[in-house]
Every structure is written in C-alpha cells, then in structure tokens.
C-alpha cells in the first residue's frame, strides 16, 4: 500500500527566503508524482509533474526533485513571496490492486511573512 | 473560461437524501476524477474515467456511484447520504491516465 508523507507539516518563513518542501513515498513503483499548491477554500492548482524516467522539472521559482530509488520527491522554492502562502500538496500515481492509484500526503502548510 | 467546473458549489442536504454532483471539462481530457477531501483536509481518490472506462476505483461505499454520459463529464450520484459523507468534493481531469490533472474548485457537501 502506497503511503505519502510531507515534512514539515507547517512552516513559516521571512519573504526572501529559499525554502524546501519534502514528500516521501513508500512504494518506489511510481508513475509519476505531482506538487499543487491549495489556496483556502480553494481547489487545487498544479504546480508541476514528474514522471518516473525524469529527475527534475522547473517552473519560475520552483524546482521539484524526484529520486525513485528513496522514496522522495523535494520542491523548492527560490526568493518566497506572500503570495506564495499556501498549502502544498505531492500526489503520487502508482499501480496496485488491479488498477492505477493516487495517493495525496497531507501538505505542508506555508506561510510566507512580509 | 473554466477548464473543469463543478456544480453545485455548496449543497445542504438532509440524511437519507439522494444528491448528484455535476463535473465538466472543456480542455478535450480523456480522463476524469472524483476525490474526497475531509475535515481534515486529507484528499483521497474515489474513481477515476479514461474514455469512459473505469480505471481506479478505490474502497467506496456503493451509495457513490460515478456516472460518466461522455469524456467531457463525469457525474458524482449518492444515494442515502449519510453524515459522515460531509466533505469537499473535487473533480480533475487529465489527458491520459499519467499526465498532469487539473482540478475543479469543489463542491462542499453539509450532511444534516
């Protein structure tokens, strides 16, 4: 069974700051994993997505790391802003049971202070 | 424009009730998903459509029934709802089963 979870489960941070988020998986058999961010009250909106083959995806300020082989998958965050306060959220989609699988950790909850 | 709307947005319900939730995507996907996020903001899979096809279907009583008339919708029926089924409901869709997903912005459901 597929188990993810987030360290730190809160954070808060001068603005300025570069910061990293971890999420760790227990199945290494993974398709691919993805970090959202969640904005309260909000759905979710999709920050960026690894697949198994690949290491490393950009976008702007962030960079996601995957390494399949111990479980854990960082984003960081270069130069924080507010406006990146959020909750973030990895999902991981594997394979189990007769069907595909996704499985979301709880989040770290990231407050970014001016 | 809306790339996965849901509706309704809030739905107050009496226990027992029968309640459908609506989910559409204009972005052309070929794959659909209902999850769960409870109290707790823990967000769990319930079912996921790939043409249609049902390709992950997780521990769910069978009071949920997802119903999918065509690609661009994917319907969440629940029959007999119960307190405990409380919660937020998210719609996604992605292209393929292994690519990005995109999500709709809930729908918070208050059992009484």
């Known amino acids: 069974k597929q188990e993810v979870t987030q360290i730190p489960a809160a954070l808060s941070v001068p603005e300025g700051e570069n910061l990293v988020l971890n999420c760790s998986f227990t199945?290494?058999?993974?398709?691919?994993l993805q970090w959202f961010r969640q904005d309260p009250g909000k759905g979710l909106t999709s920050l960026l997505l690894?697949?198994?083959s690949q290491r490393e995806q950009t976008s702007g300020r962030l960079n996601a790391s995957l390494d399949k082989s111990s479980g854990r998958s960082t984003l960081y965050i270069a130069a924080s802003q507010p406006g990146d306060s959020a909750t973030y959220l990895c999902?991981?989609?594997?394979w189990g049971g007769g069907y595909q699988k996704v499985t979301f950790g709880i989040g770290t909850k990231l407050q970014v202070i001016p | 424009d809306t790339a996965v709307s849901q509706t309704p947005k809030y739905l107050v319900t009496q226990m027992g009730n029968d309640k459908s939730i609506k989910c559409e995507q204009n972005?052309?996907?070929?794959?659909m998903y209902w999850y769960k996020q409870d109290s707790k903001k823990f967000l769990k899979i319930m079912f996921s459509?790939?043409?249609?096809?049902?390709?992950i279907n997780e521990t769910v009583p069978n009071r949920f029934s997802p119903k999918s008339p065509d690609k661009a919708h994917l319907n969440l029926h629940i029959n007999s709802l119960e307190l405990g089924d409380s919660a937020v409901y998210f719609c996604?869709?992605?292209?393929?089963?292994?690519?990005?997903?995109?999500f709709g912005p809930g729908t918070r459901l208050t059992v009484l």
């Open positions: 199945d290494s058999a993974i398709y691919n």
């Open positions: 996604a869709s992605s292209q393929g089963g292994h690519n990005e997903q995109f």
């Open positions: 690894i697949q198994s």
């Open positions: 999902a991981v989609r594997s």
């Open positions: 459509y790939n043409n249609k096809e049902l390709i």
């Open positions: 972005l052309g996907h070929d794959t």
